[in-house]
Each structure stands twice: as C-alpha cells, then as structure tokens.
C-alpha cells in the first residue's frame, strides 16, 4: 500500500499529475521542430543554447515515459553545463544543479535510489547559495528518496532543513505531502494526526486527495471505520471535483473557439459590407459597367458565403473534436481512479490474511466488496449477472476483484492458489464470458458494464 502512495507523490514533485491535453500529432511535432533546430545548432559553441534544447527534449521524452531516452538527454544536459561551466562558473554550477537534480528524479522514479541520492546531494552542493528556492526544493526531494528507502530521522532531517532555509516552502503541497509521510514513517502518527487537518485545508486540490488518502489509511489502521468511511467520501468528492476542474478548462478551450468562430463571422460581415459600398460607388460613377461590376459583385458574395459556410463547418467539427477529446480524457480520468479502487478492499484482504500468507474472506466481507464494487461502479454486477446468467456468485465476485484490478499476488492469496494459475482461472473466466474474447484482455471486456 504504502509503496503505492510513495509511487503518487514521486509523481507529484515530478510534475506529472496533470491531464495533457495536447493531441499526440502536436505532441510528435514539438519533438521534430526540437530535434531539428538542435542539428542547425550542433555544430556551435552555443553551450547554454543547447542545454535549453536538451532540456526541452527530455520533457518531451518524459511525457512519452520513455525513460531510456529521457535519461540519455538529461545526460547530455549535464555534459554541456560542464561546457559552460569551464567559461563561467557561477552560471555553469547552476546549470549543473539543474541537470543534476532533474537526473535523481528520474532515478527516484525508476527506483535507483542509491544513484538518485548521490546526483541530489551533488545538485544541492553545486547549487549557487542565493537561490534558495531551487536548494530547498532538491531538499525536499533528497527526503523523498530517504522516504522510499525508509529512513525517517532522514526525511525529518531534510525536510526541516528546507524550511529553515527558505521559510516559504512550508507553503508548498511537496512539503505538506512529504512531511506528514515522514512523520508516519517514524511512528509519530499523534503529531502527524494533529497537522493533517490543517494540512488539507492549505493545500491544493492534488495535495488535498494525497492527504485525505493518508488521513483514511490512519483511520482504517486505527480500526476507526466511521471516520475511514468518511475520508473515504471526501477522497471521492475531491477525485470527482479535479476531473471537473480538468473536464472546466477544457470546455473553457471550447468556449474560446466559439467566440473566436463568432469573431471571425463578423470580419466576415464587416468585409461583406465592405465589398458592397464598394460595388455601389463604382456603380455610380461606372453606369456603363454597372452589369460586369453586378457580375463581379454577386460572385464575390457567393464566394465569401461559401467561404463562411466552408469556415463554420470546419469550426464546428473542431469543437466537435475537442469535445471527444474532453470526453475521452474524462474517461481515462474516471477507468485510472477504478483501476487504484482495490485500494478501499485493501484492509478488508489484510484482516483475513491467515498465518499462511493466505485469505480466508467471510461471507459478510464478499458482500462488503460487491457493495463497494457497485457504490463506485453504479450497477456493475447487476448487469454483470444480466447478460451472463450462468455466472455463479464466486464468478461475479472474481470479476469485482479483477476491475478493482487486484494483482495477482493478492488473487492468489484470496484463492489459495500459485500466483502463476491466477492466469488460468482468468481464462477460464474469460470462456465463461464470451469465447470470442480469447484475445482480449478480461478487464478490458468487463470495461462495458461500466456506465
């Protein structure tokens, strides 16, 4: 579990909890104007321009997730700000710092924490003193990787030395976040209980979801189920309210095309009008061209007008689109906080875990998991059990398990089965299903009875 929440707030320093909303071609178009103004500059001593360009490709390959290729650019980030630094050392160390705080997240990320402590310590010494923003911020991230390793009095360490020297990061969510895992880490759980309230109330929405997680794991480890339950409610309200804020400024990019398509109508008008007074003082004073200047006239109207019909149309399936794509990134928003569900079923699997490794569930705790299932898939084994009515209860129970996307470790333990024949109980489950699905995967075919 707790690995699952270290892996969370990696991703938040990182800068990846976010919807990108950019279209995949845009994307691929960014990377080869990147990739090619880098080839007119290679050749330069342009080493600080190159740094910028490196930088800039190693995001681009960071959104991607591809690593290998992120790495290998936030390499030669570090190269060129050692260039820089034999001309001017105060520029070329921060530089240095930059590339090299940038190198540990990605180590962190990967789980390389020995490698990501030493190019974080590095970066904070290279660091020039006054900027105590960047130095703090390498702090908090060296306590992030002593979090990951366990280490408490070090995550303490780390995160008291951000705020002593730069005050203002206490107001950051990083902080909040990773001060109150330390203090779980090191068992002050009172204290730690005492700051969450005031914690998830300051920060942000993001930082307030991370929060309210951790409050409820307490509550639950506590066996205070009320108050777990509702964390629990509170942690779906806010889940629910960043997709709408995402889902907001998404139709706020539609909006914007609306207005402006209408602006464009009335360039459109006023142009019309335009071409008209135009026709009608040459018409005055050109009476015996008046029939090729009505000709002319009328078919520059019929243009402009198919020219405003042809724009309107291409407006409207642009809205159109954007609109699909509001809904699809809704519906990865909504089948990625399904897919972290299992997280809720977690201390119910953990309460029945047996001497044996194994979990034996009472009936009363099924029930609890098919209530679950359908509090947050609203229907889910009802129609489950509709369109396949030779589906025993233990069979619909499985498919709960599997959307709630329990690994295999954790199936095997409730089954009392190898981890490695959970992959034959799932194919069998899949010719229950349908036999047309062999080359599907199961939790993609029961993605259907989601509403």
């Known amino acids: 579990m707790k690995k699952l929440l270290y892996i969370l707030l990696i991703a938040l320093f990182a800068g990846c909890i976010k919807v990108n909303d950019a279209p995949v071609a845009e994307e691929d178009a960014a990377l080869v104007s990147l990739l090619n103004e880098l080839d007119k500059c290679q050749e330069s001593?342009?080493?600080?321009?190159?740094?910028?360009?490196?930088?800039?490709?190693?995001?681009?390959?960071?959104?991607?997730?591809?690593?290998?290729?992120?790495?290998?650019?936030?390499?030669?980030?570090?190269?060129?700000?050692?260039?820089v630094n034999h001309i001017n050392k105060v520029y070329g160390h921060a530089l240095m710092a930059e590339a090299l705080q940038r190198l540990a997240t990605a180590y962190m990320v990967e789980?390389?924490?020995?490698?990501?402590?030493?190019?974080?310590?590095?970066?904070?010494?290279?660091?020039?003193?006054?900027?105590?923003?960047?130095?703090?911020?390498?702090?908090?991230?060296?306590?992030?990787?002593?979090?990951?390793?366990?280490?408490?009095?070090?995550?303490?360490?780390?995160?008291?030395?951000?705020?002593?020297?730069?005050?203002?990061?206490?107001?950051?969510?990083?902080?909040?976040?990773?001060?109150?895992?330390?203090?779980?880490?090191?068992?002050?759980?009172?204290?730690?209980?005492?700051?969450?309230?005031?914690?998830?109330?300051?920060?942000?929405?993001?930082?307030?979801?991370?929060?309210?997680?951790?409050?409820?794991?307490?509550?639950?480890?506590?066996?205070?189920?009320?108050?777990?339950?509702?964390?629990?409610?509170?942690?779906?309200?806010?889940?629910?309210?960043?997709?709408?804020?995402?889902?907001?400024?998404n139709m706020a990019r539609i909006h914007a095309l609306q207005h402006e398509r209408q602006m464009e109508f009335q360039r459109?008008?006023?142009?019309?009008?335009?071409?008209?007074?135009?026709?009608?003082?040459?018409?005055?004073?050109?009476?015996?061209?008046?029939?090729?200047?009505?000709?002319?006239?009328?078919?520059?109207?019929?243009?402009?007008?198919?020219?405003?019909?042809?724009?309107?149309?291409?407006?409207?399936?642009?809205?159109?689109?954007?609109?699909?794509?509001?809904?699809?990134?809704?519906?990865?928003?909504?089948?990625?906080?399904?897919?972290?569900?299992?997280a809720i079923i977690l201390p119910i699997l953990n309460a029945h875990r047996g001497k044996s490794g194994h979990i034996n569930l009472e009936e009363s705790s099924w029930e609890l998991i098919e209530k679950n299932t359908d509090m947050v898939l609203p229907g889910f084994t009802s129609r489950l059990r509709r369109q396949h009515p030779t589906l025993t209860t233990e069979d619909v129970r499985f498919c709960c398990l599997l959307m709630m996307r329990v690994p295999n470790a954790l199936l095997a333990d409730v089954y009392g089965i190898a981890p490695t024949s959970v992959a034959v109980r799932k194919q069998r489950m899949k010719k229950k299903l349908d036999n047309d699905i062999q080359n599907q995967k199961i939790e993609d075919y029961l993605n259907q009875y989601i509403i």
């Open 45 to 83: 001593g342009e080493h600080g321009k190159r740094f910028k360009l490196y930088s800039q490709i190693a995001a681009e390959y960071e959104k991607k997730n591809l690593t290998g290729l992120q790495k290998q650019y936030q390499q030669k980030m570090l190269s060129e700000a050692e260039a």
């Open 111 to 249: 789980g390389n924490l020995d490698s990501a402590l030493i190019e974080a310590h590095q970066a904070y010494q290279l660091a020039p003193k006054d900027t105590v923003d960047f130095r703090a911020q390498t702090l908090l991230l060296l306590a992030q990787i002593h979090l990951m390793a366990g280490n408490g009095d070090s995550v303490e360490h780390y995160t008291q030395e951000a705020k002593r020297i730069y005050a203002k990061v206490v107001q950051s969510d990083l902080y909040r976040i990773t001060h109150a895992y330390g203090l779980n880490l090191q068992g002050r759980n009172e204290e730690m209980l005492a700051l969450l309230p005031s914690y998830i109330n300051e920060s942000g929405i993001h930082g307030q979801a991370e929060l309210t997680r951790l409050l409820m794991y307490q509550h639950e480890e506590a066996e205070k189920w009320h108050d777990a339950y509702d964390d629990a409610i509170s942690l779906m309200d806010i889940t629910d309210s960043i997709a709408r804020t995402e889902a907001s400024e």
């Open 268 to 342: 459109a008008e006023r142009k019309a009008g335009q071409a008209r007074l135009y026709a009608i003082i040459i018409g005055g004073l050109l009476l015996l061209l008046a029939a090729s200047v009505a000709g002319l006239f009328y078919r520059r109207k019929a243009r402009i007008a198919h020219a405003r019909e042809l724009e309107a149309m291409r407006l409207s399936e642009a809205a159109q689109t954007n609109e699909n794509l509001v809904r699809e990134e809704n519906i990865k928003l909504q089948r990625l906080y399904y897919e972290h569900l299992y």
